[in-house]
């Protein structure tokens, strides 16, 4: 039996929408919209932003997030394990965070994954130069 903390995170999915109105740059609130697109329960999605949110602010203060915090993170995001180790790996999945040296960090992977995409679809796929896509 495996256990959820040490499941595998090579993959999350996220939803696309092509409608320019969607954009998450539009939102009043792009966190809680970039949320929505990884989880689909509304709660998932706001615990998603509060520890994004609490990974952000400890690593700007130079306190990143201990991994060995896991229990008072489970009371600050009012959430059971499973459900933190099941949001936790979506959101390292997806690139946002990074779990290294038992510390949570942002990540920039996300960003580097869907600007590949995008270049890739630029380029290969509509035949257009990449200086154009800048």
Do not use: C
């Not at 009371?75 to 038992?102: P, V």
């Amino acid at each position: 039996m495996s256990i959820v903390k040490n499941a595998p995170r090579t993959s999350t999915t996220i939803v696309i929408r092509s409608d320019s109105n969607s954009r998450i740059t539009h939102s009043r609130d792009p966190y809680y919209n970039l949320m929505r697109r990884l989880f689909q329960e509304e709660a998932t999605a706001i615990r998603g932003q509060k520890f994004l949110m609490l990974v952000e602010d400890r690593q700007k203060a130079g306190n990143p997030i201990k991994t060995s915090e896991w229990e008072a993170l489970l009371q600050e995001l009012d959430i059971g394990r499973a459900s933190f180790y099941a949001m936790r790996n979506k959101l390292l999945g997806a690139g946002l965070i990074t779990h290294k040296d038992h510390e949570y960090r942002l990540s920039g992977q996300f960003s580097k994954d869907l600007v590949d995409m995008a270049r890739w679809w630029w380029t290969a796929v509509l035949n257009e130069n990449p200086e154009g896509l800048e």
